[in-house]
């Protein structure tokens, strides 16, 4: 997710209206992502193999597909469960930035059920449950349109 540490012109801005896994989104995330690590290595003289190897698994760290690349879409959900919920939280209560109940829900859902690795589904759950169940709170406490549904209840795995 290095991209957005550097925010500038070309950063890919996520719309919840096109879904937690807007393809477009992901993508250009990535490769922006890649692209500055990528740089970053080169200008410290970092070996073309071990450059071309970082980029490639930044280039999927949102949707695995070889092993090594499986791990790093894991730990990625892993750190957006326990570091990015609350920003998530704190979007819905500004109407322009689109993040509904509904929305938030579906991004804290397809970050959990994206994991392929059982060793970090195991250890996704608790976090998983614990964010749905603060936005359960968040939505309440806002006293949101629609409010809390059942589906946004921590329901353990879905």
């Known amino acids: ?3 957005r540490a550097f925010p500038g012109p070309d950063s890919p801005k996520q719309d919840p209206s096109r879904g937690a896994d807007d393809p477009l989104y992901l993508q250009e995330h990535s ?10 290595l080169r200008e410290h003289q970092a070996p073309a193999n071990l450059i071309e190897e970082v980029m490639a698994l930044i280039r999927v760290h949102e949707i695995g597909g070889w092993p090594e690349a499986d791990w790093v879409q894991a730990a990625d959900s ?3 469960l326990e570091v990015n919920v ?5 979007m819905m209560s500004s109407t322009r930035a689109g993040w509904t109940p509904e929305a938030v829900h579906a991004k804290f859902s397809w970050m959990y059920s994206r994991i392929r690795l059982p060793e970090a589904r195991q250890l996704a759950t608790p976090l998983y449950q614990h964010a749905l169940e603060k936005l359960r709170l968040q939505a309440e406490r806002l006293k949101l349109p629609g409010g809390p549904r ?3 209840q921590a329901q353990g795995q879905e």
Do not use: C, K, N, T
């Not at 490769?31 to 970053?40: L, M, P, T």
């Not at 609350?86 to 704190?90: A, E, I, S, T, V």
């Open 86 to 90: 609350q920003p998530f939280l704190d």
């Open 150 to 152: 059942p589906s946004l």
């Open 1 to 3: 997710d290095m991209e």
């Open 31 to 40: 490769e922006r992502s890649a692209r500055i690590v990528g740089d970053f």
């Open 78 to 80: 892993l750190s957006f």
